[in-house]
T-cell receptor, first 111, second 105 residues
Framework: NAGVTQTPKFQVLKTGQSMTLQCAQD?????MSWYRQDPGMGLRLIHY???????DQGEVPNGYNVSRSTTEDFPLRLLSAAPSQTSVYFC??????????FGQGTRLTVV | KNEVEQSPQNLTAQEGEFITINCSYS?????LHWLQQHPGGGIVSLFM???GKKKHGRLIATINIQEKHSSLHITASHPRDSAVYIC???????FGAGTRLTVKP
């Protein structure tokens, strides 16, 4: 997935810990988004941004924060991890009016 | 009820078969995307289309805006086509549940 760098690929957290998932793109896309993917549920939108300084909530925003200080970066923060946040997370760039590019995914386990 | 419905949920085919995956949506759209997710987990965009038909190699995607329906076709299927195919209306943040395709040699 050229152009979108998502890190880390794997992470194990203890309940109550915080962490940041990083997402960066070099395609100058205004639109970026974060999704979680759970078995049998498909992709669900957590937060999205239509440009630097502008973010909004998606379908499942509780427990997550985002910021968009630059066009390139769109980090996702888990404030106090819970077992229900065990999932696979994907960052995406573009897709609103352009082809969508996805990060490699982050497999997060909260114990 | 998901506003983007895909069918079938699971599909098993023999190598060489012609495959069709369908997607129906109930929302207004500016574009519809077809995505591919391999067993390793990565998601790749196959097509973005707002009208008509697009072709890339053995893959063909069509959309009928009036009928709110899109199809993904795979000609001469191959085991490496085995993946989950996802229909997505990204501008409305709506995804189909995916079609799991298995192509047997």
């Amino acid at each position: 997935n050229a152009g979108v760098t998502q890190t880390p690929k794997f992470q194990v957290l203890k309940t109550g810990q915080s962490m940041t998932l990083q997402c960066a793109q070099d395609m100058n896309h205004e639109y970026m988004s974060w999704y979680r993917q759970d078995p049998g549920m498909g992709l669900r939108l957590i937060h999205y941004s239509v440009g630097a300084g502008i973010t909004d909530q998606g379908e499942v925003p509780n427990g997550y924060n985002v910021s968009r200080s630059t066009t390139e970066d769109f980090p996702l923060r888990l404030l106090s991890a819970a077992p229900s946040q065990t999932s696979v997370y994907f960052c995406a760039s573009g897709g609103h009016t352009t082809e969508a590019f996805f990060g490699q995914g982050t497999r997060l386990t909260v114990v | 009820k998901n506003e983007v419905e895909q069918s079938p949920q699971n599909l098993t085919a023999q190598e060489g078969e012609f495959i069709t995956i369908n997607c129906s949506y109930s929302v207004g759209i500016s574009a519809l995307h077809w995505l591919q997710q391999h067993p390793g987990g990565g998601i790749v965009s196959l097509f973005m289309l707002s009208s008509g038909k697009k072709k890339h190699g053995r893959l063909i995607a069509t959309i009928n805006i009036q009928e709110k329906h899109s199809s993904l076709h795979i000609t001469a299927s191959h085991p490496r086509d085995s993946a989950v195919y996802i229909c997505a209306v990204i501008n409305d943040m709506r995804f189909g549940a995916g079609t799991r395709l298995t192509v047997k040699p």
